[in-house]
């Protein structure tokens, strides 16, 4: 059999740009929280319910990664975070 040799990382690419953005959060003092899992598993409900317990006393914002539907955000821009 034979070998693959393996020249660079295939998310090395990646890896440097998340390196980046978690300094320039912690730089400005920001937390950020990535919520992931499977399609209907509750992630939408759980940031709603939070968002709106914690706005408008802490400033939040939330990037919503649905690219065929503005569900999620129009259901997270109610509790006055940023979408």
């Known amino acids: ?3 693959v040799k393996v020249v660079r990382r295939v998310l090395d ?3 440097t740009m998340a390196a980046k953005n978690r300094k320039q959060f912690a730089d400005k003092k920001v937390f950020v929280l990535n919520v992931m899992s499977s399609p209907g598993s509750g992630k939408t409900t759980l940031l709603q319910k939070t968002l709106t317990r914690l706005m408008p006393e802490m400033t939040s914002a939330v990037i919503v990664g649905d690219i065929c539907t503005s569900n999620d ?3 997270l821009a109610v ?3 940023e979408v």
Do not use: I, P, Q, S
Request: charged share 40%; proline share 0%.
């Open 79 to 81: 509790t006055g975070a």
């Open 13 to 15: 690419v990646n890896e």
């Open 73 to 75: 955000a129009d259901r």
């Open 1 to 3: 059999m034979e070998k």
